[in-house]
């Protein structure tokens, strides 16, 4: 059933193209085991995971900012789309093109859709099953139930077949198996979700702004931040109970996750201040 609700709900050929694991990490830490030691880029900066556990698995792992020319692809071409931190979107017509090259030259294209439900038509969900394809999705992020712990690969059937013998049965509670089929069926929630959390991202826009910050990117799940302040507004968030994420490579970026009821936009506009004092 809940395969069967993913595949509806995300446009999929067939229900076998589809493997669920007990979250997207499970399968990120899965799918470099389900090949050979090759080479493998991963386009970024984005979610280190991706880079860690390809290499864990005896691949050879390099990040890079740009795709790279056709004749000096790796085995394995990973790509977060859209991508975190900074929103980076990539076209379905671009992902193709790069999935039937890989496929030619028996590589892999992986793409890690854990963003994606807000904007479908920018998923390659409805072309799963292409050889060389592999889609990542995360069912906690869009829906909010993180802790449910449900991630859904998208694959050549063969491939999916295979995930779904290495994963094992009862990968996923059967609470969770029932919430995810009724929530990935429920078109009006879902519907009204996007709606609700694209006007939420532009009143984020507006607070940020209002506070004297520059947002570079993001997607309307969260909204990433430039100022050469960050690391004190960082410290100053987090004595207020505001978390929000930094980054190593960069320090002076911060990333902002949605604000929930009422009173944590209000917090929120309250500890970054009218006048920047956090910036003094």
């Known amino acids: 059933m809940l395969r069967a609700a993913a595949a509806e709900c995300y446009g999929v050929p067939s229900v076998e193209l589809v493997a669920a694991a007990s979250g997207s990490q499970a399968l990120i830490q899965l799918l470099p085991r389900m090949r050979r030691p090759g080479s493998v880029a991963v386009l970024g900066p984005t979610y280190a995971e991706h880079a860690r556990c390809w290499a864990l698995a005896g691949h050879d792992v390099r990040m890079v900012d740009e795709m790279a020319a056709t004749d000096s692809l790796p085995d394995v071409l990973v790509v977060v789309n859209p991508n975190n931190p900074?929103?980076?979107?990539?076209?379905?017509?671009?992902l193709l093109e790069l999935a039937a090259i890989q496929a030619a030259r028996g590589g892999w294209l992986v793409v890690d859709e854990a963003f994606a439900d807000m904007r479908p038509e920018g998923s390659v969900a409805a072309h799963a099953g292409r050889p060389g394809l592999v889609i990542l999705r995360s069912f906690g992020k869009f829906f909010g139930l993180a802790?449910?712990?449900l991630g859904i690969a998208l694959a050549p059937a063969d491939l999916a077949a295979a995930?779904?013998?290495?994963?094992?049965?009862?990968?996923?509670?059967?609470?969770?198996?029932?919430?995810?089929?009724?929530?990935l069926g429920d078109r009006d929630w879902i519907a009204a979700t996007r709606d609700r959390l694209a006007a939420a991202a532009v009143e984020l826009d507006r607070v940020l702004?209002?506070?004297?910050?520059?947002?570079t990117g993001g997607t309307e799940l969260f909204r990433l931040v430039e100022d050469v302040q960050a690391q004190a507004l960082y410290h100053v968030l987090g004595a207020a109970g505001i978390l929000v994420r930094?980054?190593?490579?960069?320090?002076?970026?911060?990333r902002f996750g949605l604000p929930g009821a009422g009173p944590e936009w209000l917090r929120l506009g309250d500890a970054l201040g009218r006048e920047?004092?956090?910036a003094a």
Request: no cysteine; proline share 4%.
């Open 86 to 94: 900074d929103g980076r979107r990539l076209s379905v017509t671009r």
């Open 147 to 149: 802790g449910l712990r």
């Open 163 to 183: 995930l779904r013998d290495a994963i094992g049965p009862w990968a996923v509670s059967g609470p969770g198996l029932s919430i995810a089929t009724t929530a």
């Open 209 to 215: 702004v209002g506070a004297g910050l520059r947002v």
């Open 246 to 254: 930094r980054f190593e490579h960069r320090q002076d970026w911060l």
């Open 276 to 278: 920047r004092a956090w």
